[in-house]
């Protein structure tokens, strides 16, 4: 059973939406404690009609804590969670740092929820884009195994943070009057420009968060010969990921048997009408838990090739939506 | 010899970039003609130090006219061009409407040159999202042979002419303050929004932007086996298209090859040190009338693939720079 709940960064970006999730989706705890670095320790936060000051993420913070739903940088995660699990919590995580251990699962549940069976403490939630990648690749890839995927993001500045969007703000209003805002939180001027890198340098000429595609999708498939060619880019857009997505199958299908395996996933939501304008974009999927998708078609270029566009609210499903539900699954297995 | 030179849609957004280009390039002729329809006729522009008053376009224009450079929308070239040749004219068009004519050659002169030697009297330059890509395509091609190209678009606004600009400036404005600008020019607001679809449904899931770089890739090439998978996507920037290219050649290319072969094309300029956060962005390659390519790096999904991002001014190169080009390899191909 898990009767106390903390939430760790509760005040970024993606813990105020991990709060709002907490009450929509109706988890079955008792106590909720939250938790936040020195900057935003001792505020307060409403949650359900109270007011919740906010505790020093610090050693001692998770005796008698059950369960953990944490959205920090990799650097704090890194620090934190061994104790954590010391004190005798399990940790829920959505930094970077702990995804690739071999110890840690990486979870998204509609995908492959028997992963969370197996751990020591520790269970990780994806990276935003590959979050929703993968949820819209899955039917797709138990049907007809997926062999090959390029996929070209457009990825929203809430990804690097309540940061991110104060600076496009700042960024655009600027531009407006013919000024340039110095960037701080991104590499160059983000308002009205395109930004072809998301991360630092990691391999062969691939970022950080390309290479999160890369072994993050094998990792949650449990399949190494999954090949990967991303392009991450960061465009002037708030929230809302959007990916454009070429993938070959070992067996082909047809445009109507994709929009089937689509439409028969949770979690998925097609809207694909291009006659009638209709597609997913950013402004429409902002504030949804669902994986949009649409202009779903043939690859023209190759026999076995399906080509569509994904958008989802990189700090919901990408982020906040997926923690708490990986929580809500482990609640649930526990109290069978 | 081309004596008199006529500029027809002078007032328009690439228009007024081509009266720039013939004076920075210095174009042999001796007298300028501006026309545009009803709309702008009657107002006057400067070009080098003087005041030209813009004539209405209309049959008998074109008497005593030997060549024309025309960026209009494709209904209004359907219309002129043929009395425009009929009065003696050769007339290089920017429209999308003569360009897969069998009688009409498709320029880009970096890459097929010989093509303007044979001609009915309308010369067509290329698709904006095509021209950048088959630039920075063209030395991989003569060195390697492409098989097949998979390309995902960041099209800026300009690319649907002043209006565009307006929209754009209007819709992020109106954001800005929680308000929704009506779109007139593009489907759905643009500002901090991504709209998946340029032009209308055209073949099989695909639009008219998106098969204009399969068809026009494969007529400049003279290669009807080359297999493109386009997605083109209208992003909140002004100026710049930006292309996120992965092509496979029958050769395989190192990266140190595909480098050399990009540094020694015309037209081409290299900018690839993603250690240095260097790489083209839409903001440093407006105004400018090169191809930007960099991120160049193996494509870890396939054994013969090479992946980069090119960015080049849509105005410029992708419009207005290569039919004053082609009209410039006239020019010099008739004083022969």
């Known amino acids: 059973m898990y009767e106390t709940l903390a939430v760790v960064g509760a005040t970024g970006a993606v813990g105020r939406i991990v709060l709002e999730q907490l009450q929509k989706r109706d988890l079955p705890f008792r106590k909720l404690k939250l938790l936040a670095s020195q900057r935003s320790a001792g505020s307060e936060v409403r949650y359900a009609g109270e007011t919740i000051k906010v505790g020093l993420l610090e050693p001692g913070a998770f005796n008698n804590v059950d369960l953990v739903i944490a959205s920090t940088p990799d650097e704090v ?181 994709a929009i089937e395996l689509f439409n028969g996933f949770d979690g998925i939501t097609v809207v694909d009408d291009l006659a009638n304008m209709q597609y997913p974009m950013p402004r429409d999927c902002d504030g949804k838990d669902d994986v949009f998708v649409g202009r779903i078609r043939k690859d023209i270029s190759s026999p076995n090739g399906i080509a569509f566009w994904c958008v989802s609210d990189n700090l919901r499903k990408g982020a906040a939506t997926n923690a708490v539900q990986i929580a809500e699954l482990m609640m649930k297995q526990s109290s069978k």
């Open 77 to 257: 995660s890194a620090d934190f969670a061994p104790y954590a699990v010391k004190e005798g919590a399990v940790v829920v995580d959505e930094s970077g740092y702990w995804r690739m251990d071999p110890k840690v699962p990486l979870i998204i549940p509609e995908v492959n929820p028997e992963a969370v069976d197996k751990h020591d403490g520790i269970l990780a939630s994806p990276n935003c884009s590959t979050t929703q990648m993968v949820v819209a690749l899955a039917p797709l890839h138990r049907a007809a195994r997926i062999r090959r995927v390029v996929v070209s993001t457009y990825q929203a500045t809430s990804g690097a943070g309540l940061s991110g969007n104060v600076e496009l703000n700042d960024s655009v209003r600027s531009a407006l009057v013919g000024k340039t805002h110095p960037p701080k939180t991104f590499q160059h001027p983000i308002g009205f420009n395109l930004i072809p890198q998301i991360g630092s340098h990691k391999y062969e000429g691939y970022t950080s968060e390309e290479m999160k595609m890369v072994y993050e999708t094998r990792k949650i498939f449990g399949d190494d010969e999954i090949q990967v060619c991303p392009t991450c880019v960061r465009v002037p857009v708030a929230t809302g990921h959007s990916e454009s997505i070429l993938v070959e199958t070992e067996k082909p299908l047809s445009v109507e048997e």
